[in-house]
């Protein structure tokens, strides 16, 4: 990229403690173990954390190498430990994991927090196998720091096509009849089959291998943080959880170690004030799969 230079030296390095206004809307390069212990305390409302899955896997330059379960306990203890301080005493958490690594990370995650949920999201994407089942799901875990934690319901309701639509008194009960079709509003569940992995016709993807899309991550923020609040992503890859952040009237604090994907971080940070859209999501509702053309009606 011609302009990457531009975009980095937007990017921050953070060497000596730092005050909230010196972080706040910043992508900062860096290693989040030498990062976390320098950010001030107590200020995130929601931490989203997309570590490295316990796979061998090549970021781009950066390589993560699959390692035993004992050890990829460790090391998910060792970001929990360096993270918590920086979280308010009423902040909530999610973290994203395959089926393999959810099962150490869930147990990690109950020494120290209040485990809420387990989220399961379809991603239809995956290779084939031919001696067990293709992989086409991963979870994310939802998790407090206290009983005293905010959940707006309200704000990340699904809505869904009415297949045998039920009546009182011959008029439609908890659904409504509109020109493109029966719809009703309903409360998000715990698994998640409206989300599509960012493919390559889509603004939003990026060459990263792991890049979640923004409607996944919006239904995250919409849900545990409150609007003009603070997310702190200490793993940001591409940027995804910052963009979503800014598109919905959040702030963030992202750090990321490779300097390509700060990069496509800030070029995409750049794009989202003059394109706040997320596809999926529209009329204050998250839209089903095959829903795209009814919401662009709605956006207009």
């Known amino acids: 990229m011609e302009d990457g230079a531009e975009y980095l030296a937007r990017c921050i390095e953070v060497c000596t403690p730092a005050n909230l206004s010196e972080v706040l809307d910043r992508t900062i390069l860096g290693d989040s173990f030498s990062v976390l212990p320098l ?27 699959r390692t035993d379960d004992e050890s990829y306990e460790a090391y998910t203890r060792r970001w929990l430990d360096l993270v918590l301080p920086s979280l308010k005493p009423n902040a909530s958490i999610y973290v994203c994991c395959d089926w393999r690594s959810s099962l150490v990370i869930g147990r990690v995650l109950e020494e120290k927090l209040t485990v809420r949920n387990r989220i399961t999201w379809q991603r239809e994407k995956g290779r084939g196998a031919k001696k067990n089942w293709k992989n086409a799901m991963e979870d994310i875990w939802f998790a407090t720091v206290s009983e005293d934690y905010s959940f707006d319901v309200d704000a990340v309701r699904q809505r869904r096509r009415v297949i045998a639509p039920y009546r009182e008194d011959g008029q439609p009960k908890g659904w409504e009849e509109t020109a493109d079709g029966r719809f009703r509003d309903t409360a998000p569940s715990n698994f998640w089959d409206d989300i599509s992995v960012p493919y390559w016709s889509m603004p939003e993807n990026t060459a990263h291998p792991t890049q979640k899309p923004e409607k996944l991550l919006a239904k995250l923020i919409l849900a545990s943080c409150p609007e003009g609040g603070v997310l702190l992503d200490p793993f940001l890859g591409s940027g995804s959880s910052a963009v979503t952040a800014k598109k919905l009237g959040r702030h963030f604090v992202g750090i990321e170690q490779n300097p390509l994907y700060c990069v496509w971080c800030e070029k995409r940070l750049e794009l989202a004030a003059s394109s706040p859209s997320i596809q999926g999501y529209a009329d204050g509702v998250f839209w089903e799969r095959n829903t795209y053309a009814l919401q662009k009606k709605k956006e207009k």
Request: no cysteine.
């Open 39 to 65: 950010l001030p305390k107590g200020f995130a409302d929601l931490l989203i954390v997309d570590p490295p899955y316990n796979l061998s896997k090549d970021f781009h330059g950066s390589r993560f190498a």
